[in-house]
């Protein structure tokens, strides 16, 4: 079978950005990483990563002995809703304390693991198939609403499906040209969403610098 779209479009995407950090594997450090990732820039949610890294405070037992100070000012480095930010760390930090059979759990049973999934702090909106795709090595596609947008654009979905209504559309349509591929899933989903808040933005998409333009009809109507 021969190269996808999709494939075609990340692979340039790729070669525009170079190589991007991947999501952490390890579920709490994953949990973390969409903490600071949510509402931020993928820039800031890096340096507060790497602070608290320094600390460090990427285990729940590290992070719940780490020092209040520095860990608010790490999780500051993210960006606005710090506060936010640290509330649902602490929720975090508690859950996986209490639950530390969560890492197996969430490789077991899909019902199980969406339902232990589902009690983690809401931080955005696909943590629960993000979690199950990059530290649980479940072929499922999380979609943001980045994402979305950017799939959207370049004209995944159905004009008849707007708004929430097509995001399994658009879902389905991404799926089918990574071919249930778990790490073909984890890479449309790092250069995806990394195009969504850099380049491929809401407001003012900066569509004469996009290397998809060529394919892109929101692009080609806006040029």
């Not at 100070?69 to 999780?75: C, D, S, T, Y």
């Not at 640290?86 to 199980?112: H, K, M, N």
Request: proline share 9%.
């Amino acid at each position: 079978m021969g190269e996808s779209r999709l494939e075609r479009l990340l692979a340039r995407l790729q070669q525009f950005y170079g190589l991007l950090p991947t999501p952490p594997r390890a579920p709490f450090a994953l949990f973390v990483w969409e903490v600071l990732a949510t509402r931020s820039l993928p820039s800031k949610r890096d340096a507060a990563l790497t602070a608290l890294k320094r600390i460090p405070a990427v285990t729940p037992d590290a992070m719940r002995r780490a020092p209040p100070a520095k860990l608010e000012a790490a999780v500051a480095l993210a960006g606005a809703y710090a506060e936010q930010r640290l509330r649902a760390l602490r929720a975090g930090v508690d859950l996986f304390r209490r639950t530390p059979e969560l890492p197996s759990v969430i490789r077991g049973p899909l019902p199980a693991a969406v339902r232990t999934l589902e009690r983690l702090p809401r931080v955005g909106e696909s943590l629960t198939r993000r979690m199950l795709l990059f530290a649980a090595d479940r072929p499922v596609f999380p979609i943001d609403r980045g994402l979305h947008r950017v799939a959207r654009r370049l004209g995944y979905g159905s004009p008849a499906h707007d708004g929430r209504r097509s995001v399994p559309v658009v879902q389905r349509a991404l799926r089918r040209e990574l071919r249930r591929e778990v790490s073909a899933m984890r890479r449309a989903s790092v250069y995806l969403s990394h195009h969504a808040s850099v380049t491929c933005t809401e407001r003012d998409p900066r569509c004469g610098a996009c290397p998809l333009l060529a394919d892109c009809p929101h692009g080609q109507q806006r040029a």
